[in-house]
């Protein structure tokens, strides 16, 4: 046999991993979706009214062009130097935070415990790589994708064998308490993704005043917790991290 008959083989080898590689980092589910008590949220906008019939407090509805929050997606396997790191960003959210205020009418310093909050965002509005996210990032994120590899990635991650999205659009946050004291907080809230919900307990940063607030941090969600099957191809030689990093900074007035 000939040698470059001995090439052949490899080289439909190496553009078939290549062109997995471009597919992106899509999350398969598992057979069943993980159960829980808490598996339904009440629709925003009941929640909304709830925190509307609140007294004694100030109710603060999220910025969405002044927020952000994003996603952070890590390459894994033997052969992670051959994949990529993706970064979502979510263009629209709806928040609100209900905030206990004292006899001055100013945010009450020590009413954390008492405060009440909602955020939403919907799956299959996320913007996947944009190209000045990724510049931004720093060696990690430097590969520049084409828009064919960034829409391949977005039908992976949002489509059937990802997360669903038609069917589980939203993604919901649900806050039960805040303890401590601003700035720095500890946010325990319900999070429910893809027909699942958990209880998380988060570090927040927290700048109140009598007309803004200011919340930012940051949270690891663990694709595996709401029944999704990290991406991995070959035996695990191409693979995204169970560990998802979600950033956000959100402002309210």
């Excluded at 052969?79 to 205020?101: I, M």
């Excluded at 649900?174 to 988060?202: C, F, N």
Aim: hydrophobic residues 45%; neutral net charge.
């Amino acid at each position: 046999m000939s040698e470059s008959r001995h090439r052949a083989p490899a080289r439909l080898w190496a553009v078939g991993l290549l062109s997995l590689v471009l597919l992106g980092c899509a999350s398969a589910p598992s057979p069943q979706a993980v159960s829980s008590p808490d598996a339904v949220l009440a629709p925003f906008a009941e929640a909304e009214r709830d925190l509307r019939a609140q007294v004694g407090g100030r109710l603060y509805r999220l910025d969405a062009e002044a927020s952000q929050l994003r996603i952070h997606v890590f390459r894994a396997g033997r052969a992670a130097a051959l994949g990529h790191n993706h970064v979502l960003n979510a263009p629209r959210l709806k928040g609100l935070l209900w905030w206990p205020l004292n006899e001055q009418a100013l945010p009450q310093p020590r009413g954390g415990s008492e405060a009440r909050f909602e955020l939403q965002l919907r799956l299959d509005e996320l913007l996947v790589d944009p190209p000045e996210l990724r510049a931004a990032l720093g060696p990690g994120w430097a590969s520049v994708l084409s828009p064919e590899a960034v829409a391949a990635t977005r039908r992976n991650m949002l489509g059937e064998q990802g997360l669903q999205a038609e069917r589980f659009p939203e993604l919901r946050i649900q806050g039960l308490s805040l303890i401590g004291e601003p700035p720095k907080l500890i946010g325990r809230w319900r999070l429910s993704l893809h027909g699942a919900t958990r209880t998380v307990e988060v570090p927040l940063h927290v700048e109140l005043s009598a007309d803004q607030v200011r919340v930012t941090g940051a949270w690891v969600l663990r694709q595996s917790d709401f029944g999704l099957q990290p991406f991995s191809v070959a035996g695990g030689l191409l693979a995204v991290r169970d560990e998802l990093l979600v950033e956000f900074d959100l402002r309210g007035r």
